[in-house]
């Protein structure tokens, strides 16, 4: 069954660009991309946008639809009303490129700083042994598809580009929770340098994050808060800051 | 030549950042060379991720009697004898380490009571081999590739001051031309997607590992970057490929809603107890046992249902047949008009696991299903169909160093590499495939750069690569690359998709040489600015040489084995299974011609059971057990 559809679509480049207004078909069953890709074959050869696994698994075709930060692929044209004009922007935290692509290289630079995974040096590969319930917290980090949809609508740099040198933002916080619940990770301090270096501090845990993630995972819950839990214990424990007084101890 | 060409050199240059391509890159680095990635989109979005069951490595963590003779085995009985053995034999005792080298790097793998990696069952494999997470492995391996990468960048960082200085990603950006002087790789040429800008890369070394080749087809699994860009590069730059009539049809692909049809349904839902049904409510499979298969699966319901508690002393269920199988029988099934209403098959967990065993053992795909097509999985039936899935045919190389014949410096691992599958690969040997070749390219290609130095380009070279570049703008009146990528799509789906013919397979060829004739004129509308009609154009010449290939394998093979299946030809030919399909590239078009397999060393034949290479083998074959 086709019936036609108000789709409003952002085109432009960094200098200008806005609104555009197409009429285009769509079948039974069909997602957001499903019809950009109708526009792009049939009336804008060149209409830019991003897109590989259509099957919510890659985390590229992240846009805004209706200002909502989404995966096209995985947003039903049937989950808006008949008749209701559609309307697709870029992501507005990250410079845009072209039409519906922006540029996100600055989740690349932050993954970058990061510190990486440490083995313990003494385990030889095949020797390690961990209980599934200890490796199911990680887990659930690690099902990150990467679409960058939270770090879009964390409003410390939706609207603060100045906050983006200094705050790594969900994506990276739970990829430090993530190394940090790790049953063999060797490398110390993660909760103190996510909080020192990279911004945790300046979450204020409104799970707009939590929201947005296609994946389903409790960012805000399960990474955010109990790291900067355990920062206020480590960091404002009185006998802590007493005894660091005394001497330099070893931080964790 | 373009005006402000960016002129880059490296070491070794990896096409491809997939399992493969990341793997290589590491080797590579780790060996002191400096090296470039190059991927078609973002870096960690490779089609690797998509894999869903697992790795297949005989750890042997669940089941003690697991080793790398069965694993090479069962490797060899999957591809129909047709693999090259010796990549099947490396392949089945590398795999355990590259899969605990995984662990070293980050990644969390499922586990065992005892806190080994949990190894699961998959189509094919005699014991429960695949290590997995959930029902996302290939994005574990991906993200703990990646992660390495910037492991290594953080190492380079510390002791350059540069963390890109040693290792860079060049995310976005085709590469349109591998370049040669004097008979030998000098570097690859492209530009970057976001802008059109040109770049030279000179290196003596380039590895492909740019995957496979799905979006030749119409129904794929595959995502928009399978265009078979190494493949047509490859050939072009000289290579030769093998067997390229060989593409395994998945079995489970989606079918409805129709903008999803193709997309994977992971074989772990069979292994984790599904079975396949039709519309009478027949669980059918069983009609479908072939004769070399009989003794390993079971024969009845009961037997089958058995299995998944007592291994030992019960056969497998059928629905566990290699893939080729199984999409055969459901072909045959619609066909009969024993389909789906959407013109599939019904498979079903809900009647035999718990709704919460479920989400926690097949998460993926309970989410797919109930956001793609509103259909929860814990209480009804998927309806799944066959999707072209993976290529079994590839570049021609040297086992032990994914050398491509023929071409020094070019090496080529993972999908886009033939010989390891043969006629048909079995699930789980892909990851566990591009992870051991993966690595044994990036060596190769490291001990090759060593050896031979550096090259330098010549200005002829750029000039005729930049050339390529500007021809779709120059066109004019020509034909759009969408609309002849989707005629394309209708030519192979049609007449040498799952069930072949001879006359279809000719008239394939005949339509695939108009096509590309016409394709020469493409017109591409807009700028170089991130267009995609431009790219398209870039990927359908691709397409076409890959499925030129294809079709002209196609109608010289005259037998039925694994990926090929011709109905003119239904029986394997002991001719035949002698024999692999090479395809080379004589500048216009593709000249396919045939060549003897290697003969299997005596220690590899003895492994198997002479019953069951009677099924395979010619009784001259058997007498002679082996070479050496």
């Known amino acids: 069954m086709t019936r036609k559809l108000n789709l409003r679509i952002w085109r432009g480049d960094s200098t200008d660009g806005g609104l555009k207004d197409v009429v285009v078909d769509v079948n039974e069953g069909e997602v957001v991309l499903d019809v950009i890709h109708r526009v792009q074959a049939t009336q804008m050869g060149d209409l830019a946008v991003r897109w590989n696994c259509k099957a919510g698994k890659c985390g590229s075709c992240s846009m805004e639809i209706n200002g909502k930060p989404r995966l096209a692929c995985m947003t039903q044209v049937a989950s808006f009303d008949e008749g209701e004009t559609i309307t697709v922007t870029p992501l507005r935290a990250f410079p845009i490129i072209k039409d519906l692509v922006t540029d996100v290289s600055f989740n690349y630079k932050k993954a970058m700083e990061i510190p990486a995974y440490e083995h313990p040096t003494e385990l030889a590969p095949g020797e390690a042994r961990m209980e599934q319930i200890d490796v199911e917290r990680s887990q659930e980090f690690r099902k990150c598809i990467e679409c960058f949809l939270c770090q879009d609508t964390c409003h410390v740099i939706r609207d603060h580009e100045e906050n983006k040198p200094v705050f790594a933002g969900p994506r990276f916080f739970i990829r430090i929770a993530e190394l940090d619940m790790h049953p063999l990770d060797r490398l110390k301090n993660r909760k103190r340098t996510a909080q020192e270096e990279h911004g945790l501090g300046m979450c204020n845990i409104t799970k707009c994050c939590t929201e947005v993630c296609p994946e389903h995972i409790k960012i805000t819950d399960n990474a955010i808060i109990p790291m900067k839990e355990r920062v206020v214990d480590i960091k404002y424990d009185p006998a802590r800051m007493f005894s660091g007084l005394l001497r330099r101890e070893k931080r964790d | 030549m373009p005006q402000n060409l960016q002129k880059l050199k490296y070491d070794v240059v990896i096409v491809g950042a997939g399992g493969a391509g990341l793997r290589a890159a590491v080797e590579a680095r780790e060996a002191g060379l400096r090296v470039a990635i190059i991927c078609k989109s973002l870096f960690g979005k490779a089609h690797t991720v998509m894999a869903e069951g697992g790795a297949a490595a005989s750890m042997g963590n669940a089941n003690s009697n697991d080793n790398w003779m069965v694993h090479f085995r069962d490797t060899m009985r999957g591809g129909k004898f047709l693999n090259h053995y010796r990549m099947a034999e490396l392949h089945a005792k590398e795999s355990p380490d590259r899969i605990w ?382 609309s002849l990528h989707a005629e394309l799509q209708e030519v192979t789906h049609n007449l040498v998709g799952i069930i072949r013919t001879g006359a279809e397979i000719k008239e394939a060829i005949a339509k695939i040489a108009d096509i590309r004739a016409r394709s020469q004129k493409v017109t591409v509308a807009g700028n170089r600015q991130f267009n995609p009609g431009f790219h398209l154009a870039f990927d359908l010449d691709n397409m076409l040489l890959v499925a030129e290939s294809t079709a002209k394998s196609a109608i010289l093979r005259e037998e039925s084995r694994g990926g090929h299946t011709r109905d003119d030809f239904p029986g394997m030919s002991d001719k035949w299974r002698q024999v692999n399909n090479i395809s080379s590239f004589n500048g216009s078009e593709v000249v396919v011609v045939t060549r003897p397999l290697p003969e299997i060393p005596k220690e590899l034949f003895d492994l198997f059971d002479i019953h069951e290479l009677e099924k395979y083998m010619t009784p001259e074959e058997i007498a002679k057990g082996g070479s050496r």
């Not at chain 2, 960082?157 to 200085?165: A, P, Q, Y």
């Not at chain 2, 049809?249 to 049904?277: A, D, K, N, Q, Y």
């Not at chain 2, 060593?450 to 000039?463: F, L, P, Q, R």
């Open chain 2, 101 to 482: 080298e995984l662990e070293t790097w980050g990644a969390l793998f499922d586990r065992t009571k005892e806190g080994k990696i949990s190894q699961r069952n998959f189509g094919g494999h005699e014991y429960p081999r695949l290590a997995h997470v959930g029902d996302r492995t290939g994005l574990e391996l991906i993200r703990t590739m990646q992660q390495k990468i910037v492991a290594l960048q953080q190492k380079d960082g510390r002791e350059t001051g540069d963390m890109e200085s040693n290792l860079k990603v060049y995310a976005e950006f085709t590469v349109t031309d591998i370049l040669k002087e004097d008979g030998k790789v000098a570097g690859v040429y492209g530009y970057w997607r976001e802008n059109g800008d040109e770049i030279l890369f000179e290196a003596p070394a380039v590895v492909i590992a740019t995957g496979g080749v799905g979006k030749t087809f119409k129904i794929t699994s595959n995502s928009w970057e399978g265009t078979g860009d190494g493949h047509a590069l490859a050939l072009k730059a000289g290579a030769n490929l093998k067997d390229m009539e060989f593409l395994q049809f998945h079995p489970t692909g989606m079918v409805w809603p129709p903008s999803v049809r193709g997309i994977l349904v992971t074989e772990s839902v069979r292994g984790e107890g599904g079975v396949l049904t039709n519309n009478l409510g027949e669980r059918f499979m069983f009609k479908y046992i072939p004769d070399v298969f009989k003794d390993k699966y079971a024969t009845t319901e009961e037997e089958a249902d058995r299995w998944y508690t007592d291994q030992d002393n019960n056969r497998r269920p059928p629905e566990l047949l290699p893939r080729d199988e199984v999409a055969r029988a459901i072909n045959s099934e619609v066909k009969a008009g024993r389909g789906t209403e959407h013109g599939g098959v019904f498979l079903d967990v809900s009647k035999r696991i718990p709704a919460d065993v479920i989400k926690k053992r097949l998460p993926s795909m309970w989410h797919q299903f109930y956001e793609l097509a509103g259909v929860d999985i814990t209480k009804e039936a998927m309806e799944v169909g066959p999707t072209c899935h993976y290529v079994m045919g590839g570049v021609d190389v040297e086992p032990d160093t994914a050398a491509a014949v023929g071409v020094p410096g070019l090496f080529a691992a993972g999908e886009v590499a033939g010989g390891m599958h043969g006629s048909n690969r079995l699930g789980g040997n892909s990851l566990s495939d591009l992870l051991v070749f993966g690595r044994r390219a990036g060596a190769a290609a490291a001990d090759y750069v060593k050896a031979n130095g550096a090259v330098t380009v010549s200005d002829a070279t750029i000039e005729r690569a930049a050339q390529r570049i500007e021809a779709p703008f120059k066109n004019e009146g020509g034909e759009n690359a969408y």
